[in-house]
C-alpha cells in the first residue's frame, strides 16, 4: 500500500507559480498537480512580504488565484489581500475607538471590488462622529476608485499613499491613530 501512494506522488508534475504583472514577473514557488486541469482555479495563499520582499507587508496575506496554464507555468490573478487576525487586534487599545467600513466600489474600467478598511481613532468618540468618519471615508473611496484603475488602487494601498491621504481627508472629524486596510476583495 505504500508504494501505491509513493508512486502517485512521483508521478506529479511541478508547476511554476507567477503572481500578477503588478507585482512583478519572477516566480513566486512551485506548486504540484497531476495536470494542467488539476492546477486550473486553484488558489495560493502566500505572505505580501514573500513577493514585495518588504518587511512591512509580512502582515499582510494575499490570495492568488491561478487562470492560465502555459506548459509548467501557472499564471494567477489577485483574489484578495487581507491583514492578519494578530495585527488587527494589536491596533486596538484602551481608550480608544474603532471603526470598521465595508464599502463596494468600482474603478475607473468598471471593475468592481469590495475595499474594507479599519481606522482606530486617538481617544473614544461619540457615535455620531463614527458616523461622519464612515460618510466621509466612503467618499473619498468613491473619488479615489473613479479616478484610478485596480492596480493603481492596489499599488497606492500598499505603498500607504491611498490611507495617508484619507486621513488628511478625515482628520478634522476626529484625531486618527491608524487607518489600514482589512480587507481588499473582487
Not at 471593475?111 to 473614544?124: A, C, D, G, H, Q
Request: glycine share 4%; net charge positive; aromatic share 10%.
Amino acid at each position: 500500500m505504500a508504494q501505491k501512494s509513493s508512486d502517485k506522488w512521483k508521478s506529479k508534475m511541478w508547476f511554476n507559480v507567477y503572481p500578477p504583472k503588478i507585482f512583478g514577473e519572477s516566480a513566486i514557488g512551485e506548486i504540484p498537480a497531476n495536470d494542467e486541469k488539476g492546477i486550473a482555479g486553484r488558489l495560493i495563499k502566500v505572505s505580501m512580504s514573500w513577493i514585495t520582499h518588504k518587511p512591512e507587508h509580512s502582515f499582510m496575506l494575499i490570495g492568488l488565484r491561478v487562470f492560465k496554464v502555459n506548459g509548467n507555468n501557472a499564471n494567477t490573478e489577485l483574489d484578495y489581500i487581507e491583514q492578519t487576525y494578530s495585527y488587527i487586534h494589536s491596533l486596538v487599545r484602551r481608550h480608544s475607538s474603532v471603526i470598521y467600513t465595508v464599502d463596494s466600489l468600482n474603478d475607473k474600467n468598471g471593475r468592481n471590488y469590495s475595499l474594507k478598511m479599519i481606522i482606530v481613532t486617538s481617544n473614544k468618540i461619540r457615535t455620531p462622529k463614527k458616523a461622519a468618519i464612515r460618510k466621509a471615508i466612503a467618499q473619498y473611496e468613491r473619488e479615489f476608485s473613479s479616478a484610478h484603475t485596480f492596480d493603481e488602487t492596489v499599488n497606492a494601498l500598499l505603498d500607504n499613499s491611498f490611507q495617508s491621504g484619507a486621513v488628511k481627508y478625515i482628520s478634522n472629524i476626529a484625531s486618527i491613530s491608524k487607518f489600514e486596510l482589512k480587507k481588499l476583495e473582487l
